[in-house]
């Protein structure tokens, strides 16, 4: 495997340029878009320019580690690889190569729904991956994905709850955005994400939560939630995690940024869960603005298919390795030996505490 060198990217912003230059535009238009005017995919960057670390000196940082546990697993950082579907969109080893990166990373994959590498291929990768479900108008279907998940080893499930219908991302269907020919897209009736999510149960409810609940004995996350109610009925409901997101921009466009409604999520969970954040996350920085406010870790999206599609596990591998770096450094700044030292008196979001 060849390493990826600092004259290719820097740093994770630095990827998406790189992504650019490979790909087709109509792919990188469905990778980088978001919903409707994309307010909210621009808001989810702004959340994180306005949040402020404040740190604390004269504390002894000569131990300081990025290591810490997600649901209780042992991570080399507070960062899980987000659940991105058809990988092999833009590298011939899709989601496989992006699990061989994050197991040599030491962090944990969420395997999308729509993921096209089988789950047993990307078990063998070795590292502690999650499985990431949509409810499906089949219910067949929904179950099968569980069993399979479990058979293979997956260690969580995440079902993804702001994913009722797909809206028009203009970006994409502006440059005409099929799924390649060649690609052999799962539960797909054509070659478009609209297609796809026709599929998708729009009747999900809590009702259907208990359902899913009653196939696993796995622990359960919910993926999107923004409401610190709804935070507190999943609570109620038994879930393990939340993971506080607007699916980086791509689902509701005017939604606020996840780092926006953070704090208030994590009072409604009062520690009955553990709560993981994502959309717009590229700076070790914002990982440590998300920790702050409550976070245990956050899920990273765009940045890495971007590397994917630039230098397949390398490139994941580079990505993974420089927020590592990233947040390393930050902790040391910021007069923290650990991602469990950072805490409240580490942020300000507006002008003062
Ligand atoms: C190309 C692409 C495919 C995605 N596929 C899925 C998916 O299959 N399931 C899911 O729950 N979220 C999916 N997401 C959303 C991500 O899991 C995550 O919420 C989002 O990318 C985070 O924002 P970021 O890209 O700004 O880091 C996808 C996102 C992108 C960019
Ligand atoms: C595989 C895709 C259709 C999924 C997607 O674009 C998304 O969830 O944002």
Redesign the pocket.
Known sequence: MAEVRDAEFLNLHDVEACARDVLDPATFA???GGAGDEVT?RR?RAAFERCRLVPRVLVDVGAATTATTVLGRPAAMPVVV?????QRAVHPEGECATARAAAAGGTTL?L????TCAPADVAAAGGPWWQ?L?SWRDHGLTRGVVEQAEACGAEAI?L?V??GVVPRRERALRAGFAFPDTLEVPVCGGRTPADLHVQVDVTLSWSTFERIAGLTRLPLVL??ILSPADAALACEHGVAGI?V??????QLDGTPAPLEVLAAVVEAVAGRAEVLL?????RGTDVLAALALGARAV???????YALAAAGEAGVARVLELLRAEIEQGLTLLGCTSPDDVGQEHVLIGATW
């Open positions: 469905f990778l980088a995919l989810n987000a659940p991105m579907g058809i969420c999308s729904n729509i993921s990431q949509y995440v993804t702001d994913s993926k999107g993971v997101s607007n699916h980086g921009g791509r994502d959309s717009g996350v590229r899920m990273v999206g765009r940045p890495v298919i």
